[in-house]
């Protein structure tokens, strides 16, 4: 008997092997055959070597084009046609309207899962009326619809955007803690050290965080503020290269570029910082962090705060406040080296916990044997 076939759909290459290959494998190992939907980029050619069978689609990411897009549930339709898959993954905005639009017409059982909204829901202007619409259309032909933290699932569930019938909670991503494990400093030096890892948009509390890193520049010598991700991505809220230059031209942050092995940096640092107002739905980055037993600050803001029981594994700052950011920084320098061990211990511990990859995987299992 021939394996039923299971087709993920991504904005990127790099988002799957990043971040969903653990499930892909888990799928994989449960007799399944995987086929990867994703733009071609640097990343597509390591499917292979996984047993994925790759197919390449061309998709604006951050353009809201209604010719484009008409043509992307075109080529999804084609290639759904073509690769006859037995059910759909879709993730990110546009695979998961667009792509679940598409598999409709063919009649194939599509699980979306809707990780964070960003922007579009932060301010209520036409853009959003049109994207709720958009969803709650595509959202209606989908079977299940997975949700990234509560707040997101509720106001789905309450503007009646989804169903909640075929709807549930999961916890973020979820992270592999045998992989993201403690690992020592190997530095010397006895700086503290702050890293912010994220696409490089002010969205993410960029300014924020450059603006506490002065204040707090100015009272201890024995701080370094880093930053490691994405810079001039396709966004208009990005940062440029060039006040990127400024501000380490000043000395105030390190920008370290950006990374395939980001679990080096994390090591090094002593906290992880994301001040971000974004609607995330659970940061990635500080899932990975907390893995690793480092303390965390980050925004009482949605998908955020999940991570963080303040005072118990980090502290929560105020959205778009650099002061009470500033407070919370200088409250993790006066802890001694043990309590930002013990914090980070914390973490890990509800990392495990809480927001273990196996919950994610059994998750899915649970779904997809249901539909098919």
């Known amino acids: 008997m021939q394996n039923k076939t299971i087709l993920i759909s991504i904005n990127t290459s790099w988002n799957i092997i990043n971040f969903r290959l653990g499930l892909l494998k888990a799928l994989q190992k449960e007799g399944f055959d995987i086929v990867v939907l994703a733009p071609h980029d640097k990343y597509s050619s390591l499917f292979k070597e996984h047993g994925f069978e790759y197919y390449d689609i061309n998709m604006n990411n951050k353009g809201t084009n209604p010719i484009e897009d008409l043509k992307l549930i075109g080529s999804y339709y084609k290639l759904f046609k073509k690769i006859k898959p ?126 506490a890193a002065r204040i707090i520049k100015s009272k201890y010598n024995n701080v370094e503020f880093q930053l490691l991700g994405f810079l001039d991505v396709a966004n208009k ?90 407070d919370k920084l200088e409250k993790m320098i006066l802890l001694s080296d043990d309590e930002r061990v013990a914090m980070g211990q914390k973490g890990r511990e509800k990392m495990k916990k809480e927001f273990d990859e196996q919950i994610i995987i059994d998750n899915y299992l649970s779904v997809i044997q249901k539909i098919i």
């Open 86 to 211: 037995d059910l759909i993954l879709n993730y990110t905005i546009k695979p998961n309207i667009y792509g679940t639009i598409a598999a409709s017409f063919l009649n194939i059982p599509t699980v979306n899962n809707i990780a964070g909204l960003g922007t579009l829901f932060v301010n209520e202007n036409i853009v959003t009326k049109i994207a709720k619409y958009l969803y709650k259309y595509s959202q209606s032909k989908a079977s299940h619809v997975f949700f990234q933290n509560k707040e997101d699932f509720e106001l789905f569930t309450s503007e009646q955007l989804v169903d909640i019938q075929k709807s549930s909670i999961l916890p973020g991503s979820g992270i592999d803690t045998s992989k993201f494990i403690p690992i020592p400093k190997t530095r010397e030096d006895d700086k503290i050290v702050f890293l912010l890892i994220a696409r490089m948009l002010w969205d993410k509390g960029i300014q924020e965080y450059v603006e």
């Open 237 to 326: 809220t990005a940062i440029s290269k060039e006040q990127m230059d400024l501000w380490v031209e000043e000395g105030v942050v390190n920008y370290l570029g950006t990374s395939d092995n980001v679990k080096n940096e994390i090591s090094q640092a002593d906290c992880i910082v994301l001040p971000s107002f974004y609607r995330e739905g659970t940061p990635r980055t500080l899932l990975e962090s907390a893995s690793m037993a480092k303390p965390i600050i980050t925004t009482n803001n949605i998908g955020c705060k999940d991570v963080v029981d303040d005072g118990v594994n980090g502290y929560l700052c105020k959205v778009k406040d650099k002061n009470d950011l500033a």
